[in-house]
Each structure stands twice: as structure tokens, then as C-alpha cells.
């Protein structure tokens, strides 16, 4: 087991970039998810009490943050500017390693108001809190780039909101993260025009986040910045795709500098690969639909090349954004083998393409697909008797790779789909039915622990 490392590094950067804040105070704490698998990799031995007194109400972590810190920043929202957002309903706690010594933060939502919250009420709903839970270790289980959801209490206030059934139950998730640094956190600091924070931000970044030396030219360590990046975010893009998942809100506050992905409000998993799936009932334009994503994500980072074009040449700054098409491509080959389970080739180009077209044709939902696939064997004409996949079965031979955990012998596979999310979600709110919750937890994480064991070398 890991021992716990506390490292508060946010404090370095200085008080221009958060607002100290106190956490609200609610009636209940009653644990609904607490992630102990994720606890031991970062050293927590704690007891149900600890975890509500630290999770639930707050309380300091030995040796980190002494008081939670909302982050500044501003961000494009459907690609219109917002400089009145900020951290409105959550805050940065604690921060602390791993055991692979990456400087992690824990993050809260629905932790109370902030200077930032705009009049409402910084609270979460329990359905918000559940679904953040089921998106997280979902993702998790497909390989993608995810923050994790830590500990989700329920805390026994009442909210109403105009988008589902009110009074509804509340909550508060705190969810572990590879930083809460996002392209918006750059955008305020051009905003107003603050070079030297910029500046400071970048190398914070490069040395906290990256685990690299910044350099003493500014210039330099700005343009090396965007090249992580713009390699993380085409891997982020890619992985969404290879998923079928659909974040449903890609402003430039939710992308992280890190390239991974968090805050999980309007997702959904499409069931077959249709580029025009939406997941917000408000993307009335199918701005941030299933196969726009990765237009998304670059027009975002377009955003983070023009702060930082204020401290580095435009130019260099411009080549590596028109890069990012060709990362993505070969990022979306790499996420989409390793969702086959079949080793790299030397002709995985025409693989990915190839499984790519057999997925467009909606033949057979995504999660089948993968399913009956994995491992690159053919499950039969009689069942995908389109040219589409016999051109797949015919790219596939001699690259078989074993399947020996016993979730492939499922008649079905895991997935999660919405109106699976939203039964769970029924027999919470009316029965306080919490077993298919957990055991789609469960469900999940087998599926996880197949894909890993039955992952091919390398």
C-alpha cells in the first residue's frame, strides 16, 4: 500500500489565482460511494468516520491545504466568452502523490458557495452525484483519461431545480484529479492581460503537472507546454471516440491542461456510432455531438495557442495547433486497437479504419461489437455477415490474442447506456434502492479488471 504524501504545490502560485472559501455545513453525511481502491493508491487508511469528517464536513488533511481554495478562471461556453465563472460550487481541498508520484488534487461539487456561484445555491443533487459516479468508473473501465470519483455522500437537503423532479435529494462528490488546471484557468490570466502570471502558470504547469524542468526562457517553456498539451487533448479526443462516449459539455473550462477528463454533467454513451448523438438537451446545434468532439476539443485548444501567443511567437504556437488533426488520427488508431484487444501491427491504419466503417453501420449496438470482437476473433458469419465486417475478419486473422477472464462468456456486455443509468437512478429515488447501483459498480469494474488481464503484451 501507498503512504500518504501530502504536497500542497498549489500554494506556490499565489493567491491571484483562488479565493479561500469555507465548505457549507449540511445536516447528513451519508456515504453512498467511497473508492477504496483509489484511497490505498494514494496512502488513505481511514475508518467511516474519517471519511465523512474529511469528505463530507472538510476537515483539513494533516500537512495539506489549510482551508479549501476555489480557483479562478474564466472560459468559452458554447463558444461564447463567460469571464463570470469560476469555481461556483467547488473547491480544490487537498493535494497529494500517487503511488506513480503524480501530484493528484481532491476536488469537490456541490461543497457549498463560492465567490463564484452567481446566486445559486453551489449545491449538487444526489441524481448529479450518482451519475458523475457511474460516467467515472466507466470511463475508467474503458481506458480513457478520467478523474475519479473519490467519496459521494449524501447530505439530507432539499433542492430544486428545473431539469428534474423538485425537491430532489442532495449531495457532495469529491472526485481525485491530475490537477484542476484547465485552458479557462489561462484565458482569465489574458483577459487581463497578466503576462508575468501567465508565465508563472506555464512553469507550474511543466514542473507540477509534467514532471519536467521549465526551462529559463518563458518563450521556450510556453510553446513546450502547448506541444504536452495538444499530444494529451488528441489522446482525450481520440479515447472519447473508441468509447462511444459523449461528454456533452466541451467548454474551454472543462478541458484540463492535463488532458483528462472531468466534470461529467448532460453525458451519455451513444449506443451505435452516430456522429450526430447529442448528450445536453440544451446543444440544440449538435455543437458538442458524439462525432464533433474532436473539432471541439481543438477549437478549445485554438483558445490556449492565443493566451499563449501573448508570451510566445505566434508561428510555432500555429504549426503545432495544425498538428493536432494528425495526433488525432494517430491517437484514434492507437485507442481503438487497444479497445479490440489486439497487439499492434503494421498495418493498424487500415485496421482502425476498417473496424471504424463496420461500427458506421449501426448493424449492432458499440458495446456488442467490442464484445464479440475482442481479442480480434471472428465471431461468425451467420452473425456480421456484412462485406464491412468480413473486410474486418479478413484484417484480423492470425492477430487473435486469448481471452481467459470469465466476463467474455457474458451474454452480454457491460455498457451504460441511459435508460440504464436512469433505472438506477428510479429505484434510489423511489424505493432508496441502492443494489443496482452497486452492482453496476461491480459490473464495471469486472469488465475492467478483463480488459486488463486479457490485454495484449506491450
Given amino acids: 500500500m501507498a503512504s500518504y504524501r501530502p504536497d500542497p504545490r498549489l500554494l506556490t502560485l499565489g493567491p491571484d489565482f483562488y479565493d479561500a472559501v469555507e465548505p457549507a455545513r449540511f445536516p447528513q453525511c451519508v456515504p453512498r460511494f467511497l473508492n477504496r481502491r483509489w484511497a490505498e493508491r494514494v496512502g488513505f487508511e481511514l475508518d467511516e468516520a474519517q471519511w465523512a469528517a474529511h469528505f463530507c464536513r472538510f476537515e483539513p488533511l494533516s500537512d495539506n491545504l489549510p482551508e479549501p481554495l476555489a480557483l479562478r478562471y474564466h472560459g468559452h461556453q458554447f463558444r461564447v466568452y463567460n469571464p463570470e ?248 488508431v492507437v485507442a481503438m486497437i487497444r479497445r479490440l484487444g489486439v497487439p499492434a501491427g503494421n498495418d493498424d491504419h487500415d485496421l482502425a479504419a476498417a473496424l471504424i466503417k463496420a461500427l458506421a453501420m449501426r448493424t449492432h449496438p458499440i458495446d456488442r461489437i467490442f464484445f464479440d470482437w475482442r481479442g480480434g476473433r471472428d465471431p461468425g458469419v451467420e452473425r456480421y455477415p456484412s462485406e464491412e465486417f468480413r473486410d474486418l475478419a479478413r484484417l484480423l486473422a492470425g492477430r487473435e490474442t486469448p481471452r481467459t477472464h470469465a466476463y467474455w462468456t457474458n451474454s452480454e456486455p457491460c455498457s451504460m447506456h441511459i435508460d440504464e443509468v436512469e433505472a438506477i437512478w428510479s429505484a434510489i429515488a423511489e424505493k432508496d434502492d441502492w443494489r443496482p447501483f452497486n452492482e453496476k459498480i461491480t459490473a464495471v469494474r469486472r469488465m475492467r479488471e478483463a480488459m486488463d488481464q486479457d490485454a495484449p503484451a506491450g
Fill in 85 to 332: 465563472i469560476g469555481d461556483g460550487r467547488g473547491f480544490t481541498f487537498a493535494e497529494l502523490r500517487d503511488d506513480r508520484d503524480r501530484l493528484l488534487d481532491l476536488g469537490t461539487k456541490g461543497s457549498g458557495q463560492t465567490p463564484y456561484s452567481r446566486h445559486a445555491d453551489g449545491r449538487l443533487t444526489l441524481k448529479g452525484g450518482v451519475r458523475e459516479v457511474l460516467a467515472t468508473e466507466m470511463l475508467e473501465a474503458l481506458g480513457v483519461n478520467t478523474s475519479k470519483s473519490f467519496a459521494l455522500f449524501e447530505t439530507g437537503e432539499r433542492l430544486d431545480r428545473g431539469d428534474e423532479p423538485s425537491p430532489t435529494r442532495s449531495s457532495v462528490l469529491t472526485r481525485l484529479s491530475h490537477g484542476h488546471i484547465r485552458i479557462g484557468t489561462f484565458q482569465r490570466l489574458a483577459f487581463f492581460g497578466d503576462l508575468d502570471n501567465i508565465n508563472k502558470l506555464v512553469r507550474y504547469c511543466l514542473e507540477n503537472l509534467y514532471s519536467e524542468q521549465p526551462a529559463s526562457d518563458d518563450a521556450q517553456n510556453a510553446l513546450r507546454l502547448f506541444e504536452l498539451v495538444s499530444g494529451v487533448t488528441a489522446t482525450l479526443a481520440a479515447s472519447y471516440m473508441a468509447a462511444g462516449f459523449v461528454h456533452g459539455v466541451l467548454n474551454s473550462d472543462n478541458i484540463s491542461i492535463t488532458g483528462e477528463s472531468f466534470d461529467y454533467g448532460p453525458w451519455r454513451f451513444t449506443q451505435d456510432w452516430d456522429p450526430e448523438f447529442t448528450a445536453a438537451y440544451f446543444d440544440h446545434y449538435g455543437l458538442y455531438a458524439f462525432g464533433r468532439q474532436p473539432e471541439a476539443i481543438h477549437w478549445d485548444l485554438a483558445q490556449l495557442a492565443a493566451c499563449l501567443s501573448l508570451v510566445a511567437e505566434a508561428p510555432p504556437l500555429s504549426e503545432l495547433l495544425s498538428g493536432w488533426s494528425g495526433r488525432f488520427e494517430e491517437a484514434l
